[in-house]
């Protein structure tokens, strides 16, 4: 079951009409958004995945990180989060208090707390967080307002799902493992806090569905279209060599198949880096639409403040016959 699929029934379950929730499911945005003061809105989001490296505390940071960038990609500031977790019986204590360790160091960072969690039994591990931020309610970042003329900002790497295939395969690099490791581990909070300062139209980060596929929701809620530059997408080391020798997850597939009818590829878009477009990400970036003079900023700001592969990666145009356009 895909995405949409999910979004369709989330819209359709019965709900209680509220003028508070500023963000519900209705354009499948990153987190919901209610609003308990004028001054203040809390975000509410909650995410946990199986490990994708072998390391213990690292995966705990890289799925703390990955659950916090909800948060960022709202406009907000990360304030409390629970773990949530299944451990099988025959996971080593070590490992355990090694996930644990990972996940709060991470949220630490962002300057948050740990209030506790819960844990279930399982056959193979999951982790992650539910978090809560704060964020004032005139400054709520949400995906359906990209307007035409805006251009697009991509704050990391595309490729971490092809390049973590390969690492699971054996056949990553040391420059490739390590590359992957330091953007998934790497909190949004540095380009957060560019988007804050600068302003933007739209946000949304890029993650299980691809930039493609959360590139078409920023689309779809915005009732716009988008034309993307291949040649200017930052990628991580390797992943176009891997994706071109097959090297794809199965999300990668699955991803293709949902959003076929939605996707123009122009000629001369390599195979390759189509897949690299539809690739899952752990822990991805964020993707903003901004005005020109705007998103030239951002980007200037954000690489002087360690954002490095921060780059204008596309524009929105009006609504045409596609959701995005791949020349």
């Known amino acids: 079951m895909g995405p949409e699929v999910l979004a369709d ?22 987190a919901a958004v209610y609003r308990i003061s004028d001054e203040m809105a809390l975000i509410v989001t909650v995410d946990f995945f199986t ?13 703390a990180a990955n659950a916090l960038s909800d948060i960022y990609a709202m406009g907000g500031k990360p304030l409390l989060a629970l773990n949530v977790a299944c ?3 025959c996971l080593p204590r070590e490992d355990i208090s090694g996930i644990l360790r990972g996940g709060a160091d991470k949220v630490i960072e962002a300057g948050a707390l740990i209030g506790g969690g819960h844990t279930l039994q399982d ?28 251009l697009l900002v991509l704050t990391k790497p595309l490729g ?19 590359a992957a490791v330091e953007q998934m581990k790497m909190l949004n909070r540095e380009a957060a806090n560019v988007i804050k300062e ?33 040649s200017s997408l930052p990628l991580l080391p390797e992943a176009l060599a891997f994706a071109r020798m097959g090297l ?8 293709r198949r949902f959003l076929e009818r939605e996707v123009v590829f122009e000629p001369g878009v390599a195979l390759e880096m189509q897949d690299i477009l539809f690739d899952p990400q752990t822990s ?18 954000m690489r002087a403040n360690g954002v490095r592969e921060a780059a204008v990666v596309g524009r929105v145009v009006a609504a045409d016959g596609y959701r995005i356009k791949v020349h």
């Open 9 to 30: 029934i989330l819209r359709e379950l019965p709900k209680r009409i509220d003028a508070n929730l500023l963000v519900g499911p209705e354009t499948s945005d990153d």
């Open 87 to 89: 451990f099988p019986n």
């Open 248 to 255: 794809l997850p199965a999300g990668a597939y699955d991803n």
């Open 123 to 150: 056959d193979e591990p999951k982790y992650g967080l539910a978090a809560i931020g704060l964020v004032h309610p005139a400054a709520v970042l949400s995906n359906a307002a990209a307007r035409p003329d805006d």
């Open 198 to 230: 600068v302003g933007a139209g739209a946000c949304t980060d890029i993650t299980g569905f691809g930039f493609l596929g959360h590139g078409a929701e920023m689309a779809r809620a915005s009732g716009v279209s988008m034309i993307i530059d291949s």
């Open 51 to 63: 490990p994708m490296v072998d390391d213990p505390y690292l995966f705990g940071q890289i799925a």
């Open 160 to 178: 971490t799902g092809v390049v973590n295939t390969a690492i699971k395969g054996g056949l990553a690099g040391e420059e490739a493992y390590r």
């Open 284 to 301: 991805g970036g964020l993707f903003i639409a901004a005005t020109p003079e705007r998103a030239g900023e951002m980007v200037r700001k």
